[in-house]
């Protein structure tokens, strides 16, 4: 079982940068592919970005490529998500989540086993 906190969120202008972090319990991050999702009101949860467990290769969605970075600290159990030129319409809640496909980096929400509460960014114009 892991948990998984997301905290970092909150009110920033257009052209602000934010950096979200998700600490996880247990003993077996390092294997689990972690990802970033949004979900604005009335809308599907959005895949913004995921990190593999192993290699640490990364995959993005062309929403946020150039704009977002993830990385993660193993050693910290903790993953990122840096957001820079911020867009009102990245205004959502922010979740992290995990996945027991070890190895993979999966994009879609039914591949993800573990999920945060989720973190409010809001983006002013």
């Known amino acids: 079982q892991v948990q998984l906190v997301e905290s970092g969120g909150g009110l920033v202008q257009a052209g602000g940068s934010l950096r979200l972090s998700c600490a996880a319990s247990g003993r077996t991050f390092s294997s689990y592919p972690m990802a970033w999702f949004r979900q604005a009101p009335g809308k599907e949860r959005e895949f913004l970005s995921v990190i593999s467990s192993s290699s640490g290769s990364t995959r993005y969605a062309d929403s946020v490529r150039g704009r977002f970075t993830i990385s993660r600290d193993n050693a910290k159990n903790t993953v990122y998500l840096q957001m820079n030129s911020l867009k009102p319409e990245d205004t959502a809640v922010y979740y992290c989540?995990?996945?027991?496909?070890?190895?993979?980096?999966?994009?879609?929400?039914?591949?993800?086993?573990?999920w945060g509460q989720g973190t409010q960014v809001t983006v002013s114009s």
């Open positions: 989540a995990a996945s027991r496909l070890s190895g993979s980096r999966p994009r879609t929400v039914y591949e993800y086993d573990y």
